[in-house]
């Protein structure tokens, strides 16, 4: 079954406690991005990716890191994360071949820094 | 890419159709309309997309104004559970993966 995964799906941390949170897609497919969404502002574009080793700030890139080491997995890095940052988190990933026109979503990730 | 402006809410009667509009006057000629829906807070699912000419799957119409600067996604028979946020937007192929959300419309199908 095609689908990108993300883990954790919920997440409490302290103020300035380094974490990651994973996203994995069996699909092979080449773009990977991250969104947060929070309430009245919608899904904003955190970093996105076009291939391996190739990273792309989105619109909203500062506190966060990403890697792109693997073509499958494209984790989303917070060094220092603070209360601004609680949002509730997704990853996508979409395809470059005629043809693949979707981009499939993770289930999200709740993170909440106090 | 082009920007779209969508009402910020719709009402539809459960089993009739809804139709959703999507203004995108700046398209440019390789821009491609996407829709997307999200339930409540899950992922944002992919509905339908096209270039210039109408387009129907399983889940829903899209129509495309011959001057490709409006459209309307069109489910014929609205259930309880199309009740979500639906999202209309302009990308170049090639970019799908790069995807930029605008609002999007509240539709809410009622009993």
């Known amino acids: 079954e095609a689908q990108v995964t993300q883990n954790p799906r919920y997440l409490i941390t302290v103020t300035g406690k380094k974490l990651t949170v994973t996203c994995s897609q069996n699909m092979n497919h080449e773009y990977m991005s991250w969104y947060r969404q929070d309430p009245g502002l919608g899904l904003r574009q955190i970093y996105y990716?076009?291939?391996?080793?190739?990273?792309d700030k989105g619109d909203v890139p500062e506190g966060y890191k990403v890697s792109r080491k693997e073509k499958r997995n494209f984790p989303l890095i917070l060094e220092s994360p603070s209360p601004n940052q609680t949002s509730l988190y997704f990853c996508?990933?979409?395809?470059?071949?005629?043809?693949?026109?979707?981009?499939?979503f993770g289930q999200g990730t709740r993170l909440t820094v106090v | 890419d082009a920007k779209t402006t969508q009402p910020p809410s719709m009402d539809c009667a459960e089993g009739r159709a809804a139709n959703l509009p999507c203004n995108h006057s700046?398209?440019?000629?390789?821009?491609?309309v996407y829709w997307y829906r999200q339930i409540h807070s899950q992922g944002p699912q992919y509905i339908i997309h096209g270039l210039k000419n109408n387009e129907t799957n399983e889940m829903a119409s899209l129509i495309i104004t011959e001057d490709r600067k409006s459209s309307t996604l069109i489910l014929p028979h609205a259930t309880l559970r199309d009740t979500a946020v639906y999202y209309c937007?302009?990308?170049?192929?090639?970019?799908?993966?790069?995807?930029?959300f605008g609002k999007g419309t509240k539709l809410s199908v009622k009993p």
């Open positions: 990716s076009m291939n391996v080793e190739v990273t």
């Open positions: 700046t398209i440019s000629g390789n821009e491609y």
């Open positions: 937007i302009v990308s170049s192929r090639g970019s799908q993966g790069n995807l930029i």
């Open positions: 996508a990933s979409s395809g470059r071949r005629q043809g693949q026109n979707e981009a499939f």
